[in-house]
């Protein structure tokens, strides 16, 4: 019991936000008109039985009139005025659509609106960045965002108002049923209403036994999610490293791991299928059984005479519905296992976004406090497990140098780099980074989905450039033949080369002319001379702004002033 209360607590700390939020009158407006629908639908329900029961009285009188007067127009009887069926189904459709309908649109409400919030989270405070890094349980955002997320507003809302028609079917048709079934006597024992009570044992019974035989489900949905989501994303990792792949000729090895990955796959889906097998077995006996146990039990009123053909029915309706109410934990134990995972999915994945940025103010302390100058202070850079590659590194860059951070391969350049520029949160010590106009350019700049026009401006928007500035940016870069496919939209992190997409990031830097710029390997897939050419552009066109190189390549000193070379764990200054 406690278990569930805390995964009710969860869902509540998901579900409740929205309702409390700057669209709570609107999204408690809908959900008022949905459930007010859903009400009229079981209300509807309560008229069809009494129909139902002249009907079918009809029928046993043979009473053409009435029969007709029941299907068409409306008749007098001892419920009181009855009107057709085609008056009663015409409601009843309408009614049912616009219930659907309307829930649909909150849905889609709901979901924008939850999508919003956990991306504002994920993204605030570089969480994202962090979440990778440090929490490998967290897998696979994009499918917690994209799909947990709708499953969870889907059932939420599906599972509930569920809940609520079978609770308010139940009370209605518990009078109903009450009222028709009469006193039984069983030992001795006068029970009243006795077919509510058949009915109550029934639905506990299979409650009871429903839990016992498809609670496993809860943890392989659970698993399920995962598993598809750790293929998908393998997939799409091939897509996006096609070229590599196919360079290394590792087809038979991509074949492995994703035939390894699918493999889980099916083994978790064949545990699936015979839980729900076994599951099925159970819900789909109990629903026959469920068809004719109240003719058994209301036989014997019958063939004495106490109630006609048409009582019959009404009681074996009004049985199916209260019994239906009693079990709607059974009819929905599957979908509720799937939210039950949907729920400790996102929860899990809230919560590590709730760690990472709880941690942001942890570690290297990255201080854009607008100074004029880049202060490195007593910085200690590590990595994930404790070890250190820069001990205690202290410098200081003037706006307008041109500084060269040199140094082997792995002895900690890049790492130095991400700490300055705020993403890296192992080791200690302060950095203090300009507030404003910085540009990084890492090694292999990043394409976002979209245009080429986009891809130059990023980060920026691309209305804030003219075109003819675009075009020069282009050409100055060498990517001129690209000019008149600005508006394009392509795979272009797969259609340009490795040099390509470094010209591109200098036409970004040509664009944006930031004060500061840092360069972490960003001209190592361009020839000497295009690379020498990077530098004069520069140089030449924004003469004022401060140069921080990370580079390998000894021709790049020249451009630069002095040099910090991380050397033995230590950063050292030395000419350039």
Not at 50 to 68: D, H, I, M, P
Not at 141 to 168: C, H, K, W
Not at 375 to 387: A, E
Not at 540 to 554: G, M, W
């Amino acid at each position: 019991m406690r278990r569930i209360g805390h995964f009710l607590s969860d869902a509540w700390t998901l579900a409740g936000p929205y309702w409390r939020s700057e669209e709570r009158w609107k999204a408690r407006l809908l959900l008022g008109v949905v459930v007010a629908l859903n009400l009229s639908l079981v209300g509807m329900s309560v008229l069809l039985s009494y129909w139902n029961r002249e009907f079918f009285n009809s029928l046993q009188e043979k009473n053409a009139e009435a029969f007709w007067a029941l299907l068409f127009w409306w008749r007098q009887t001892d419920s009181g005025p009855m009107p057709g069926f085609v008056f009663v189904a015409a409601l009843y459709i309408l009614i049912a659509v616009y219930a659907l309908y309307l829930r649909q649109a909150l849905q889609i409400r709901w979901r924008s609106w939850l999508t919003r919030e956990v991306l504002d989270r994920w993204l605030a405070d570089r969480a994202y960045y962090r979440v990778a890094l440090t929490d490998a349980e967290t897998d696979n955002p994009d499918q917690r965002i994209a799909e947990d997320l709708r499953y969870f507003v889907d059932n939420t809302l599906a599972l509930g108002l569920g809940l609520m028609r079978s609770v308010v079917t139940l009370f209605s048709f518990v009078l109903v049923l009450w009222g028709l079934s009469g006193p039984a006597t069983i030992l001795g024992i006068t029970i009243p209403g006795y077919m509510v009570w058949v009915a109550l044992l029934y639905a506990l019974a299979g409650t009871g036994l429903a839990h016992l035989v498809g609670r496993s489900l809860i943890r392989l949905n659970f698993q399920q999610q995962r598993v598809e989501a750790d293929f998908r994303y393998a997939l799409v990792r091939l897509r996006d490293n096609a070229e590599g792949v196919a360079l290394y000729g590792g087809e038979a090895d991509e074949k492995r791991g994703l035939q390894d990955r699918f493999g889980a796959l099916i083994r978790n889906w064949w545990a699936i299928m015979v839980a729900t097998k076994r599951l099925t077995f159970f819900t789909s006996a109990y629903s026959q059984v469920a068809v004719v146990f109240p003719f058994v039990v209301a036989a014997p009123a019958y063939f004495a005479g106490r109630i006609p053909l048409g009582g019959l029915t009404q009681t074996s309706g009004a049985f199916s519905e209260v019994q239906g109410a009693l079990s709607w934990f059974v009819d929905n134990y599957s979908s509720l296992t799937e939210w039950r995972a949907t729920v400790l999915r996102i929860r899990g994945f809230l919560g590590a976004i709730e760690v990472a940025r709880a941690a942001a103010g942890t570690g290297i302390q990255s201080v854009p406090d607008g100074g004029d100058a880049l202060v490195l202070d007593d910085v200690t850079v590590g990595l994930p497990d404790g070890r250190v590659l820069v001990a205690g590194a202290s410098a200081r860059v003037e706006p307008g140098e041109a500084v060269l951070i040199a140094g082997a391969s792995g002895s900690g350049k890049s790492t130095l780099f991400r700490a300055i520029a705020g993403l890296w949160p192992f080791g200690r010590g302060r950095v203090h980074a300009p507030g404003a106009g910085v540009l990084f350019l890492p090694q292999r700049p990043y394409l976002p989905l979209g245009s080429l026009r986009r891809a130059v401006c990023y980060p920026r928007h691309a209305e804030e450039f003219p075109e003819v500035e675009i075009r020069e940016a282009l050409e100055s870069a060498g990517l001129g033949h690209l000019a008149a496919r600005l508006d394009e939209e392509d795979s272009w992190d797969r259609r340009l080369s490795g040099g390509e997409q470094q010209r591109l990031a200098l036409a970004r830097a040509l664009l944006v002319k930031p004060r500061w710029l840092f360069l972490d390997e960003a001209t190592s897939s361009l020839d000497p001379e295009a690379e020498a050419r990077f530098y004069e552009l520069l140089k030449e066109r924004l003469p004022a702004t401060t140069l921080v190189s990370i580079a390998h390549r000894p021709a790049v000193a020249q451009y630069h002033q002095r040099a910090l070379r991380v050397r033995d764990g230590h950063l050292v200054a030395a000419p350039a």
